[in-house]
């Protein structure tokens, strides 16, 4: 059994940034692609950002995001994490981490585009940003 916890989240001014945290217990074996959500206030839950286990070159993000955004992952701490910079307001939502233990054939199959599927989920850490 998988589970994630979020970390890093706070207040911060427009323009600054954040680097949210996100620790995996369990077997590495079930987070075999792993992303960012986010969910804004009276929102929808949105994919930020994924990434491929194996290889952490194998990154995609959503358009709003790109560019300010970074995600990576450090295996031998089991660790997952979002570089934010330049956060603007609307980047105010609720950051939830996510792992898939679907074995892809590929790192393309973790691309946003490719609609991973997430089963383990994280309680999400809160981003506020003020104008």
């Known amino acids: 059994q998988v589970q994630l916890a979020e970390s890093g989240g706070g207040s911060v001014q427009a323009g600054g940034s954040l680097k949210l945290s996100c620790e995996v217990s369990?077997?590495?074996?079930?987070?075999?692609?792993m992303a960012w959500f986010r969910q804004g206030q009276g929102m929808e839950r949105e994919p930020v950002a994924t990434?491929?286990?194996?290889?952490?070159?194998?990154?995609s993000y959503r358009n709003s995001v790109k560019g300010r955004f970074t995600i990576s992952r450090d295996n031998t701490k089991k660790t997952l994490y979002l570089q934010i910079n330049n956060l603007q307001p609307e980047d105010t939502a609720m950051y939830f981490c996510a792992a898939g233990s679907t074995i892809p054939r590929g790192p393309w199959d973790c691309d946003l585009g490719m609609s991973p599927s997430f089963e383990y989920w994280g309680q999400g850490t809160q981003v506020t940003v003020s104008s």
């Open positions: 369990g077997p590495m074996s079930g987070s075999n692609c």
């Open positions: 990434i491929y286990r194996d290889d952490s070159r194998y990154t």
